[in-house]
């Protein structure tokens, strides 16, 4: 079965730096997404991406997050000045449509950690 | 705002046994579909089973099967004769059917950690 890619699995920074986390999408896929767990707490939902523009975001998702899609294959969160309670597993998603039933894939995150 | 509820933070099973997954959820709304995703060590999230409100027939997948109780707001998960492979995070998830899914946004609850005991 196809797969969403993300890289790297783990990143360190240190607080106010500037991080990309990179995502591939399945390849026939439209939509994209962005998740994040905090360790121990709820997955939450941070923005939803379609036609090359934001078509939903949460009040997580500030002026500190951007997302792009530079090259019709890869699907990035850029973290402008990174804090502390950025720290979290980042999970990017992909689907074909956008029904409410669609399946979702999801990636395998990336653990962010901000020193 | 709707609310996703898992109220069993980890459960343990022995291999070839049944066990059910709980899960709760709060909405005002009518329509709206509801997933169980499975995590396991790789972290990646696997899509399980899901069920839309509307109906009435709880859905099915080989060895996972809901029970929905739509008056209830309840959505638990059984997996029948569970193997070692089944030992994950499971998550519950909700998503509004609202404007006929234009809102992307799943609702997770908070997990359940389930072990397979040889």
């Known amino acids: 079965e196809p797969e969403v890619t993300q890289t790297p699995s783990h990143q360190v920074t240190q607080m106010g730096q500037e991080v990309i986390l990179r995502c591939v999408p399945i390849s026939n896929h439209l939509y994209f997404y962005w998740y994040r767990q905090i360790l121990g707490q709820k997955v939450e939902f941070l923005v939803s991406f379609y036609n090359n523009e934001i078509s939903e975001k949460s009040e997580i998702f500030d002026d500190q997050f951007s997302v792009e899609r530079p090259d019709g294959s890869n699907f990035t969160l850029k973290i402008r000045s990174t804090k502390l309670e950025d720290s979290a597993m980042y999970f990017c998603?992909?689907?074909?449509?956008?029904?409410?039933?669609?399946?979702?894939?999801f990636g395998s995150g990336t653990q962010l950690s901000v020193l | 705002a709707q609310t996703v509820t898992q109220s069993q933070p980890e459960m343990s099973v022995q291999e070839a046994e049944t066990v059910t997954l709980s899960c709760t959820y709060d909405?005002?709304?009518?329509?709206?579909?509801l997933f169980w995703y499975k995590q396991p060590p790789s972290r990646q999230m696997i899509l399980v089973i899901r069920q839309e409100a509307y109906k009435q027939q709880n859905a099915t997948e080989n060895r996972f099967s809901v029970n929905f109780q739509k008056a209830a707001k309840s959505f638990s998960l059984k997996i029948s004769d569970s193997q070692l492979g089944d030992a994950a995070m499971y998550f519950c998830a909700y998503r509004s059917a609202r404007g006929g899914g234009a809102t992307n946004k799943l609702i997770f609850g908070t997990g359940t950690l389930l072990a397979v005991q040889p």
């Open positions: 998603a992909s689907s074909e449509m956008r029904g409410v039933g669609e399946k979702l894939f």
């Open positions: 909405t005002s709304e009518s329509d709206y579909y």
